[in-house]
């Protein structure tokens, strides 16, 4: 067993993508090797801007020899009445290379066959890792191909050499066009040399050492961060510490192959740009690494990492200086000129940003929130004014020179915009926080109206792509439909707001219905500048199909949570258009699994369930006649159920489900006893239909929190 090494050398590699790129790699050579039957003892993945490579320790040499297993005609078939073989028999003979009398007998419960049995050598681990690694590299999750040169060959980016090595040995052949070897290059200012390996285990360290590159991803990424902290902890001991963001370090390792963290200044008068506007430049543009203080306020310094060991370390760092000091320069200079003017002087502005060509405009899109929020508003008995004048300015930030040059700030600026314009705090705060949440796992918006607003927009966005068909499809969610589903989801739920999405989304498509709105900055009446409201819309079904796709994403969302499919059936069934009501009978569904009677109890709604489906006739009578019971057990029930009654009306009034089913878990004796002495479905009429409707009332109380009949039964 030696170890293997495959390295792909290339032009610069997309730094976003690159620890996935080098994951995905490492993942689909480990599988093929697996199912070649080529046992290893580890696998070890580097990836750099120039180069993806695997090292596996301890592989096999070659595959076990196996026996391959060959099934001919039928026993029947392949002999006539004589014993003799038949042309059948003989021709099956012939593709194996061998008599008749070679051949074996082979037995299953189906019957017999004649078949063979040939051993077959196993195959060398030369000769299948080419193809091995050309099916990996043609796995990759790579959304758009390159072709280099005048060959035919595609790759991420132009490959300039591949290593190949087992061991000591280089596998000779040709992959992605380029022949292999065992030479690549090291750093590209560092190292002019090329590196050539002696053998395969020796990789990480000859190019560490001879190369001036840190392969290990990882490695990389670890040294990154403790040069960063050791910085500014020279500088500041422990009065200060640089902002770095996960996805930031994955990406600067992956622009990197020999680290060298630079500390640089800017000056304070900058200070006095929104602190959101200067990380942005910072880290969206130039890859640099703020500094804050304890109190997270920003410090006129940065640290930024070079790829380059330089003579003259201060060159570097005056040219990072004046970089950002350009950046800067222009974030300052948008900031003042955006607030010559005020965000209520730019709505109509929005007149001419078109949302979407079957749409309309912003300016349409904003009086559509506008007519939302104020819905929400009055529902949750929110400030209706605010709330109104919230959703008209919500949108007005994108129009800004500002917002322009750094799209992430969208909110953010319409926020500090609106102060400086002296609109009231909560309003400013709401423009901010309606983008919330921008991902998954994000913070929620905090203030009633940021809700209301974060609400409204992900609302219309929905009823809007499904009124004219713009569905996802598959894996395909280009407008982020499915995130804003879930987004819904998660306001609704975890600030508990009871609102009803079934009439949301109803008003909400009839917005489109209205082609005048009362504008509440100008304090007039105006028609839209591309009237949605005059457009004949291509889906009726929008608001219905758009809830059942927001629905439908609370099966994954709970499933994340460890709840199981069964409980969130158990609630589906009742329709329940509520997602913080939804959230509570989920609660209380799973809590009631776990108590002792509830299988039995659930069983005995699937028995309630089949029996009242099966009755087709209409019940005549009205109400439960105690006279017409036979045995204690019909009376005991019915005596359980009447006591619970009042109760549980109370308790489902004030949606304490977990309370409910608690209650109902004590009638399993009495409904345990009903199923074992009374037959439900006698030939007397009378007495038939009471104990339907002693059925029915018992079943009409658990449906009050779910359909527990559904639930599934434990497995031993």
Not at 268 to 288: G, T, W
Not at 300 to 318: G, K, L, Q, R
Not at 498 to 507: A, H, K, P
């Amino acid at each position: 067993m030696q170890s293997l090494l495959v390295e792909i050398q290339t032009a610069e590699l997309p730094p976003k993508s690159l620890k996935n790129l080098s994951a995905a790699f490492l993942q689909e050579i480990k599988q093929r090797l697996s199912k070649a039957e080529l046992p290893f003892a580890e696998a070890q993945l580097f990836a750099t801007p120039r180069r993806l490579a695997v090292l596996i320790k301890e592989l096999t040499e070659q595959q076990k020899d196996s026996v391959v297993e060959r099934k001919g005609p039928a026993l029947e078939a392949a002999f006539d009445a004589a014993g003799k073989p038949t042309p059948a028999c003989l021709g099956f003979a012939r593709s194996c290379g061998v008599e008749v009398s070679a051949l074996l007998t082979l037995k299953n419960a189906q019957g017999a066959w004649v078949g063979y049995q040939q051993k077959q050598a196993g195959k060398k681990v030369t000769e299948l890792l080419p193809a091995i690694i050309e099916q990996a590299l043609a796995a990759l999750p790579i959304p758009k191909r390159m072709r280099w040169g005048s060959g035919t060959q595609e790759f991420v980016r132009p490959v300039q050499s591949i290593v190949l090595l087992y061991g000591k040995n280089i596998i000779d052949a040709e992959i992605l066009g380029v022949r292999t070897g065992r030479a690549t290059s090291g750093h590209r200012f560092h190292c002019q040399k090329k590196i050539s390996f002696a053998d395969a285990s020796c990789y990480a360290k000859e190019l560490k050492t001879k190369g001036f590159v840190v392969a290990d991803f990882v490695e990389r990424r670890n040294i990154i961060k403790r040069e960063i902290e050791n910085l500014i902890k020279n500088h500041f001991g422990d009065k200060a510490h640089a902002i770095m963001e996960e996805s930031l370090l994955d990406e600067v390792t992956g622009l990197v192959e020999w680290p060298v963290a630079v500390f640089g200044n800017f000056e304070k008068n900058f200070l006095s740009v929104p602190q959101e506007a200067l990380v942005s430049a910072m880290q969206d543009h130039q890859r640099y690494f703020p500094i804050v203080d304890h109190t997270g306020q920003l410090l006129p310094h940065f640290v930024t990492i070079s790829n380059i060991e330089s003579h003259d370390i201060n060159h570097v760092i005056a040219g990072n200086e004046r970089v950002l000091r350009a950046r800067l320069s222009d974030a300052a200079f948008f900031f003042e000129q955006d607030k010559k003017q005020t965000l209520a002087s730019r709505v109509d502005f929005l007149k001419h940003i078109v949302f979407q060509a079957k749409l309309g405009t912003l300016f349409d899109k904003t009086e559509r929130i506008a007519a939302i929020t104020q819905f929400i508003a009055e529902k949750m008995h929110v400030n209706a004014t605010d709330a109104m004048r919230a959703a008209l300015l919500c949108k007005t930030d994108l129009t800004t020179h500002m917002v322009g040059e750094f799209p992430e700030l969208q909110g953010v600026m319409g926020y500090y915009y609106a102060l400086h314009d002296g609109e009231h705090k909560d309003i400013a705060k709401a423009i901010r926080e309606h983008y919330l949440p921008r991902f998954s796992g994000d913070i929620l918006p905090e203030t009633s109206l940021g809700i209301m607003l974060a609400l409204a927009d992900r609302v219309d966005t929905l009823i809007s792509m499904f009124a004219i068909n713009q569905a996802p499809t598959g894996d395909k969610d280009p407008l982020g439909l499915r995130r804003a589903a879930l987004g819904i989801l998660r306001i609704l739920i975890e600030k508990k707001w009871n609102l009803d999405l079934q009439e949301l989304f109803d008003f909400s498509f009839q917005q489109f219905s209205v082609s005048l709105s009362h504008d509440l900055l100008a304090n007039r009446t105006s028609s839209r500048g591309l009237s949605a409201g005059s457009r004949e819309l291509e889906n009726k079904q929008a608001a219905a199909q758009a809830l059942t796709f927001v629905l439908d994403r609370l099966k994954p969302w709970y499933a994340e949570q460890g709840v199981s499919a069964d409980v969130i059936f158990a609630v589906t069934a009742l329709h329940i258009t509520k997602p913080y009501d939804f959230h509570h009978r989920v609660q209380a569904v799973n809590a009631f699994k776990k108590l002792p009677d509830a299988e039995s109890l659930s069983i005995a709604n699937k028995r309630v369930s089949n029996i009242l489906s099966k009755y087709d006739t209409a019940i005549s009578a009205k109400k439960i006649d105690e006279s017409l019971f036979a045995s204690k057990a019909e009376q005991q029930l019915s005596k359980q159920l009447s006591e619970q009654q009042s109760h549980i009306a109370k308790l489902s009034s004030e949606a304490r489900y977990t309370d409910i089913l608690m209650k109902l878990a004590h009638l399993r004796k009495p409904v345990d006893d009903f199923f074992d002495q009374v037959m439900v479905m006698v030939d007397d009429k009378a007495q038939r239909e009471n104990r339907l409707l002693l059925l029915k009332e018992l079943r009409d109380m658990f449906l009050q929190v779910a359909d527990i009949a559904l639930l599934q039964e434990k497995v031993e």
